[in-house]
């Protein structure tokens, strides 16, 4: 009973929140350091196209499983038990959904390395000889590291079951760091390979990092599957939908990726320009959805409705409060950021042109999926898993069709791609919406909307004067040095976040004094 009573404890949010986004940031930035590896040591080329196409498999899998999908499914069975203080038959459940996820994963791998030159056209259709025989060659060595990411991702929703945010967090930081030091010890001798190697340690070790600290709350893990008690069941159920869900933007990626198959370095130019779009998405809307969906889980297990609408509206608020900002932020600095985060070896300043188009392009649906991330959690907190894959559907088979006409009629290249991707956000986002409205009757609908057009003017004003800020500077530093691009970025975050912060002081966002208060009684209860 203890561990269920720490269980049902309620955690200050934004303490939870801070502790998650901590991890994150750390993790993103890592992130950076090991995409601009790759830049540096091998350029933007026909081999780095193979080996982000042959990344993109592990690369999906790790955000469906460890970014969601696992644990929308396992968290709001295992925290109903939890909730009902059963916990020993919480664990028997959860002994049955993991010894399955043992048994399928392991047959997945082994079939994926086998039929790797049946799945690579999905990744990359248009490659052809010795790029295509790479990428085959790139699949079948990082196949395994599926396996730990699979098992990680139960770990990570064994723990958020608990409340515990901050492993779940900090165990991508590994994962980052084993791939750096592949690419720098490895990569010189082994080439692309090596990278690869450093992929499925990474996955290893994060693996390792989650079992070890769920199994500290281990009340009766079995070897056993039991698909007749309906734990497991519901589990199955839930699962099968939401991995549908939560695949939709990495199945629209995975469109966008085949589609510049057939541009050179444009598979490069997309997957750079979409990690960093995926900065501000992972540290604030994914550290938000992650914390607040315990909760709604609770608040919907236990009929709490109306305070359920509020945490529903108020995830939203905080996200576009912080996310419409970033979006106009990333499109006004798009060069000037990635010129200082990837131009550096054999990266040149053309690579650096076409991946700020690129940038500009995904950052315009940054907001929007944002929003998609947390309503999608919104749907699976009321158990409802299909709702989000039948939308999911409609805007795969949109995405398609824009991208197909930017690339081909349009002639729009890469960066028609990832145009296609943030209208296909802005799409899922409406739909989602308007769905949920009639579920839940009303959303504070007014507040929300309130709240996206202060964020909206504040972070038009932002852009205004960030972009004179930038002129000014570009004029009297040299571009050439890493010393005057930091100052050229770093002058333009500072004047953004001030001037943002004063537009809506000015503007009365409520967001502000929310934050704020969360934060002080974090501080009074430390």
């Known amino acids: 009973m203890e561990r269920a009573s720490a269980a049902n404890r309620n955690p200050n949010p934004a303490w939870s929140a801070t502790l998650v986004m901590a991890g994150i940031l750390v993790s993103r930035i890592l992130g950076f350091v090991r995409e601009r590896a790759v830049a540096d040591l091998f350029g933007r080329t026909p081999a780095t196209d193979a080996y982000w196409a042959a990344f993109a498999i592990p690369d999906l899998m790790y955000y469906l499983l460890i970014g969601g999908a696992l644990g929308s499914a396992f968290i709001p069975v295992f925290t109903e038990y939890l909730a009902k203080e059963k916990e020993q038959e919480a664990w028997y459940v959860a002994s049955s959904f993991i010894n399955g996820v043992v048994v399928i994963m392991l047959g997945f791998v082994a079939l994926g390395m086998v039929f790797a030159p049946l799945l690579a056209p999905l990744v990359a259709y248009e490659f052809k000889g010795e790029q295509f025989r790479l990428l085959v060659f790139l699949m079948r ?183 419409v900002p970033a979006s106009v932020g990333l499109i006004v600095l798009a060069e000037p950021i990635v010129r200082l985060l990837y131009q550096t070896g054999r990266f040149t300043a053309a690579d650096t042109a076409a991946t700020a188009i690129a940038l500009v392009y995904y950052s315009l649906g940054l907001f929007t999926q944002s929003a998609v991330q947390h309503l999608t959690r919104v749907y699976y907190s009321l158990q409802d898993t299909t709702t989000p894959v039948r939308v999911g559907l409609l805007t795969v088979a949109a995405n398609i069709a824009m991208s197909a006409w930017f690339v081909k009629v349009a002639r729009l290249g890469h960066g028609g791609v990832a145009l296609a991707f943030a209208l296909t956000s802005l799409l899922d986002m409406v739909f989602l919406l308007w769905l949920l409205r009639s579920k839940l009757h009303h959303l504070h609908g007014r507040a929300v909307l309130t709240s996206f057009l202060k964020s909206a003017v504040a972070s038009l004003i932002m852009g205004a004067v960030v972009w004179e800020a930038v002129r000014l500077v570009d004029g009297r530093v040299n571009l050439a040095t890493n010393l005057g691009r930091l100052i050229e970025v770093g002058t333009g975050v500072a004047t953004g976040a001030v001037v943002y912060l004063l537009a809506a002081l000015l503007l009365r966002m409520e967001e502000v004094p929310l934050i704020l208060r969360l934060f002080r009684r974090r501080a009074a209860t430390a």
């Open 141 to 323: 060595m990082m196949f395994p590291a599926v396996f730990f990411t699979a098992l990680s991702g139960v770990g990570a929703a064994i723990l958020n079951s608990y409340r515990r945010f901050g492993i779940p967090a900090f165990g991508p930081i590994a994962y980052n760091l084993c791939i750096i030091a592949a690419a720098y010890l490895l990569g010189p001798k082994y080439d692309i390979p090596g990278m690869a190697v450093g992929v499925v340690i990474g996955a290893l070790v994060n693996f390792s990092l989650e079992a070890w600290f769920a199994g500290r709350h281990n009340a009766g893990y079995r070897l056993v599957i039991d698909l007749h008690h309906p734990g497991p069941r519901k589990m199955l159920r839930l699962f099968l939908p939401t991995l549908l869900g939560l695949s939709i933007a990495q199945i629209n990626l995975l469109v966008n990726q085949n589609l510049a198959s057939g541009l050179s370095g444009g598979i490069t130019a997309l997957r750079l320009a979409n990690r960093l779009m995926q900065l501000p998405l992972g540290l604030f809307a994914t550290a938000i959805s992650t914390v607040i969906f315990p909760t709604m889980t609770r608040q919907a297990a236990l009929n709490q409705m109306d305070d359920f609408r509020r945490s529903v509206a108020t995830g939203l608020q905080v996200i576009y409060f912080i996310t």
